[in-house]
């Protein structure tokens, strides 16, 4: 898939002169974590559990500069042929009491290699998160700071999480405002 979102990328820019998203990072859950949220949910430690049950151990994270840019990417994601949407969630219409915003889509993926059961062509599944950049950078920082660090007032914490938030989520949608503005007088 980063190869298409790559592709993707390229083609958009060649037909509208800017990039659908600003960057584009991939990962495969590493074996202790996969392991770890196996035990988590009483799964055996298999390939299967943690390639079938647990639908987030390959992730994408695209980075748009617009908010209309995430929906764009998500229009031309599900015309892709080796794609199904499994499940999708938008935190950005409807975010997060925590203030959490992202677009998030598991898909059932088939490659052309075997996959964990043995079948070819195979299938597996790929969590994709699309942002902004204002939401990754929120939901980087925060993530940082409730995970490794000791808060001793997480209330305290949370509230300005939650504002911080709000006030870029604002900020993405004047950006949007802003970019509309300049399209019209071209």
């Not at 199904?84 to 993926?109: C, L, P, W």
């Not at 790929?126 to 700071?145: C, G, K, N, Y």
């Amino acid at each position: 898939m980063m190869t298409q979102f790559e592709q993707l990328n390229k083609n958009y820019e060649k037909g509208h002169g800017e990039r659908l998203y600003e960057h584009l990072r991939g990962r495969v859950k590493s074996e202790a974590s996969m392991e770890g949220k196996c035990k988590r949910k009483d799964l055996p430690l298999t390939p299967q559990s943690a390639l079938r049950a647990n639908r987030d151990s390959v992730g994408l994270r695209v980075v748009c500069n617009f908010i209309d840019d995430i929906y764009t990417c998500i229009d031309f994601i599900k015309q892709w042929d080796n794609v199904n949407v499994y499940q999708e969630k938008d935190y950005i219409t409807n975010a997060k009491t925590n203030g959490y915003r992202s677009y998030h889509m598991i898909f059932d993926v088939t490659v052309p290699d075997e996959d964990v059961d043995g079948n070819i062509p195979g299938h597996y599944f790929v969590e994709v998160q699309l942002r902004t950049i204002a939401m990754d950078t929120w939901a980087s920082l925060e993530h940082d700071m409730k995970y490794k660090h000791q808060i001793k007032n997480p209330e305290m914490i949370g509230n300005e999480l939650k504002r911080v938030a709000d006030e870029l989520a604002s900020c993405d949608v004047s950006m949007q405002t802003i970019r509309q503005l300049i399209r019209e007088e071209d």
